[in-house]
Structures are given as structure tokens and as C-alpha cells.
């Protein structure tokens, strides 16, 4: 296995970061195999669709419909709302596998990898890329 680790910065804002360039640069030239992007915190996740064309700012609606930035949430540190955070990854897994053939990502034609992140608290996010070759 093969395997690189990132760092991204997500900033103050709760945001869909694209990753496809940097999982499209580590698959190249490595053949056939399985890229597996992970996101080694409690409070982010790693999602494939389509990016660009409001897909992302819908999953952000969805997801602040669905977790609330509210006094709800038991894990209370940090900013408010910050334990929605820790409920994220149930519904964005912090991992995705994606099949490479011949050193290309074998993504549908609209398909994108991106870090899910909604944490205010953290701006700098590590992300591990891995190969496996098949």
C-alpha cells in the first residue's frame, strides 16, 4: 500500500471542499487498484457527487436541516451547535473508495471527491490517500 496525507485549510465556514485533483494527481501512474480517501477526524466526512452545479451548497442546506447549529446537541464543547459535528460522520462516512484503472479515477462523469466539514473550530484538516494496488 501506498499512501500520502494531506493538509487542507477549510477556513471559518462550513464548506465542500473538492479533493478530486489531488486523488486524481495520487492515482496517477500507479495502474489498477483502489484509492481510498480518509479523513482521520470525528468531525468531518468525505462524500462523492457532483460539485459545481449547487449539489454542493444543497448537501450544506440538507445537512443544517438535519443538524441544526443549535443548544440541542449534548456534546457541548466549542463553538454553538458544535456537536452536530461529532454526529456528521454517521451520515458522511470519513472515508470513500474509489476504483482506479490505469493510473484513472473510475468516477462517473459528474462524480467529485470532497471533505465534508462543518466544524468552525477546526480550519486545517488532514486527509490520508491510499493505494492499493489490484
Known sequence: MET???TVR???AETVLDLTGECRSFAA???DGLLH???PHATAGVAVLELGAGSDDDLLLALAELLPADDRWRHRHGSRGHGRSHVLPALVPPYASIPVLDGQLALGTW???ALVDLNLDNP???VRLSFLRG
Open 29 to 31: 501512474g500507479r495502474g
Open 111 to 113: 462524480q467529485s471527491v
Open 4 to 6: 500520502t496525507l494531506l
Open 37 to 39: 480517501v480518509f479523513v
Open 10 to 12: 477549510t477556513g471559518g
Open 124 to 126: 486545517v484538516r488532514q
